[in-house]
């Protein structure tokens, strides 16, 4: 007989590394488990229920037998509210309509499922550094090659479109977009967009414009591709229900492209997970759909979230120690910690995380190794106590 199998990685996933983000999280529920008080700031989760109107319309849908399959790429009203909402932006050549719209399970496959139709081995991707960590692993189960685009920290790590050209070779495929960004929460204004939009379209790109936090911004509205693109051929807008409007466990998300585009995705998304949960679908459509009740729970999520910022922000740059980005979208803070060697941000956030009880994200994970996140989707005592201590940890290892 022979002996147990050993498992060898395929070649598919040889280079795929763990998501930072989850791994922080799931330490920091291991210490919670054991009995040790953690804040917990890693997770880009909204700490807010989902608004009561979405969830009652959930349960009806429930009483009315929405448990069965749906079409891949979802049901057509949620596709055409979408498109409603999606032409309200858009002013260009070729309204959208629902057949441009694929539903997907959350934003995360919605990213997923446009990398792979679009892009593959010889393919070069331009990122803008920092990053979501799973840009760089979507691009490379692709199997094409990231081209990392680092942003001025002075300028919030925005790119621009000169930066972005000087990466670029014949081999450039396409451009992976975030706005407001995670992990910086910069917002790119529509002048920038528009100019990097226009390079893309010059330039034959593929654009994927991720806009999970288009309504979470505070100074001033944030901007989407569609608001500003005169063409949309070249756009995969990606969009969701998560951050917006605490729906995170609901997993629904979309993309907005060309025809030929959203009938690859809805081809390839039949072979992986088929439609998204139906209960949830008809939760999205409501979200989308029941006006003034809901929109006054979003704002108020917002606001809190802007408080949130405003009452941490000062403990965080009261730390010469410490370099802090303001966001203007989201709810990160994207801080530069001190610290020596290769990975100063992991050496940091596990000190913080094992003898200051507050777990946030190293900044490695989203390829700047000197940086830190911290997310304040959390209770705003917690908010501030928590970077409370971070501000005492890095003035102490300046110190020392």
């Known amino acids: 007989m022979p002996g147990p199998l050993a498992f060898h990685p395929s070649a598919n996933i040889a280079e795929l590394r763990e998501s930072a983000t989850i791994a922080v999280s799931q330490r920091a529920k291991a210490l919670k488990a054991a009995g040790r008080e953690v804040i ?11 608004p009561e109107p979405i969830r009652t ?27 409603a ?14 057949a441009d719209i694929v539903v997907s399970n959350g934003s995360k496959q919605s990213l997923f499922n446009a990398c792979m139709v679009l892009f593959g081995p010889g393919d070069e991707v331009l990122v803008p550094t920092p990053s979501w960590t799973s840009y760089y692993e979507m691009v490379t189960l692709a199997r094409a090659t990231v081209v990392e685009v680092h942003g001025d920290p002075a300028k919030g790590f925005k790119v621009d479109p000169e930066r972005l050209a000087r990466h670029a070779t014949p081999r450039t495929r396409g451009l992976m977009l975030n706005s407001p960004s995670n992990p910086t929460g910069s917002v790119y204004s529509p002048d920038e967009l528009r100019a990097i939009l226009d390079l893309a379209a010059e330039r034959g790109w593929w654009v994927i414009s991720d806009e999970i936090y288009v309504r979470i911004a505070y100074d001033a509205p944030a901007v989407g591709a569609l608001d ?4 949309r051929d070249n756009l995969i807008v990606v969009n969701g229900v998560a951050k917006a409007y605490a729906m995170t466990g609901w997993r629904i998300g979309w993309t907005i492209s ?6 690859a995705m809805n ?77 100063a941000g992991a050496a940091f956030c596990a000190t913080l995380l094992e003898e200051h009880g507050v777990a946030i994200v190293p900044g490695s994970a ?35």
């Not at 749906?70 to 979408?82: D, F």
Request: hydrophobic share 45%.
């Open 40 to 50: 917990d700031l890693g997770a880009g989760e909204p700490d807010f229920d989902t």
């Open 57 to 83: 319309a959930a349960k009806l849908a429930l009483d009315k037998g929405a448990t069965r399959y749906t079409a891949v790429e979802g049901i057509l009203p949620l596709r055409e509210a979408i498109a």
């Open 85 to 98: 909402e999606a032409n309200g932006h858009y002013k260009g050549e070729g309204k959208v309509t629902p």
């Open 228 to 231: 500003v693109a005169g063409r």
């Open 258 to 263: 060309a025809p030929a585009v959203a009938k």
């Open 267 to 343: 081809a390839f998304q039949s072979h992986t997970t088929s439609n998204a949960a139906t209960v949830s679908q008809h939760a999205a459509l409501a979200a989308l759909t029941l006006g003034e009740p809901v929109e006054q729970a979003v704002r108020a999520m917002v606001a809190e979230f802007k408080a949130r910022r405003d009452a941490a922000l000062p403990i965080l740059r009261a730390s010469s120690a410490l370099t802090v980005l303001q966001p203007a979208g989201a709810f990160y803070f994207y801080l530069k910690v001190p610290g020596t060697g290769a990975d």
């Open 366 to 400: 989203f390829r700047t190794p000197d940086w830190v996140r911290i997310s304040y989707a959390a209770e705003r005592s917690q908010v501030v106590e928590a970077c409370s201590r971070v501000a005492r940890l890095a003035d102490a290892m300046s110190a020392g």
